[in-house]
């Protein structure tokens, strides 16, 4: 049982090329979960599906875009990157279902991405 | 607006000598609090999970417990290996359909032998 598995772990892109980050959960959770985080501003949600077939905006979602593939991977896109984006990405997953003991959010090892 | 604001930024401790980590909260209105311990280049990892006023939860050295406007991380006589970044974080009612949080800045730890 790996959790929540997250690749690439490092990258490193030019300005204004494209990438996917891929994320994959095998705890058979229903609800995943993008998010940046950067020095001084915490966790911040960009994307989040609560179930297949669904994906909703969060707090940052300009600039990227997401792909829940099927119940277990859900991915990030960045189109064209910008500086700005450097970040650490993580990748989240619950088994949420409007069930109050099921809420947790458990993390991938996430990714490290620098845009020079 | 939801706020979760976690004190002091920084702490750094003697082992063995205790401590507290506040987590402050303002929101419409709680459904869960949380808390994860996150070490350098890893992603955070679950510790608890507080759903009402009164709750405590306790794990090894550590015990969360929970008020209407705050929860405490509290540490007792800790060790070196309890150094790392701890987090705390709210889920809001209204996020009922998809169990969304809010996470706070963080509580960086250092606990010195």
């Known amino acids: 049982n790996a959790g929540v598995t997250q690749t690439p772990k490092f990258q490193v892109l030019k300005t204004g090329q494209s990438m996917t980050l891929q994320c994959a959960q095998d705890m058979n959770h229903n609800s995943m979960y993008w998010y940046r985080q950067d020095p001084g501003m915490g966790l911040r949600l960009i994307y989040y599906s609560a179930s297949e077939g669904t994906t909703d905006k969060g707090e940052v979602p300009n600039g990227y875009n997401v792909s829940r593939l099927n119940k277990r991977e859900f991915s990030l896109r960045l189109e064209s990157a910008a500086p700005s984006q450097t970040s650490v990405y993580f990748c989240?997953?619950?088994?949420?279902?409007?069930?109050?003991?099921?809420?947790?959010?458990?993390f991938g090892p996430g990714t490290r991405l620098t845009v020079l | 607006e939801d706020q979760v604001t976690q004190s002091p930024e920084a702490l750094r401790l003697q082992e063995g000598e205790s401590s507290s980590l506040n987590c402050s909260y303002t929101?419409?209105?709680?459904?869960?609090l949380f808390w994860y311990r996150q070490d350098p280049g890893k992603g955070p990892e679950f510790l608890f999970t507080l759903y009402s006023a009164g709750e405590e939860k306790e794990k090894e050295r550590l015990k969360a417990t929970l008020t209407k406007k705050e929860s405490f991380l509290h540490i007792t006589a800790p060790k070196p290996e309890d150094s790392a970044t701890y987090l705390c974080a709210v889920q809001v009612l209204g996020s009922s359909n998809t169990g969304k949080l809010i996470f706070g800045q963080g509580t960086t730890l250092q606990v010195k032998p």
């Open positions: 989240a997953s619950s088994a949420y279902r409007g069930v109050i003991s099921q809420t947790t959010q458990y």
């Open positions: 929101v419409s209105g709680l459904r869960g």
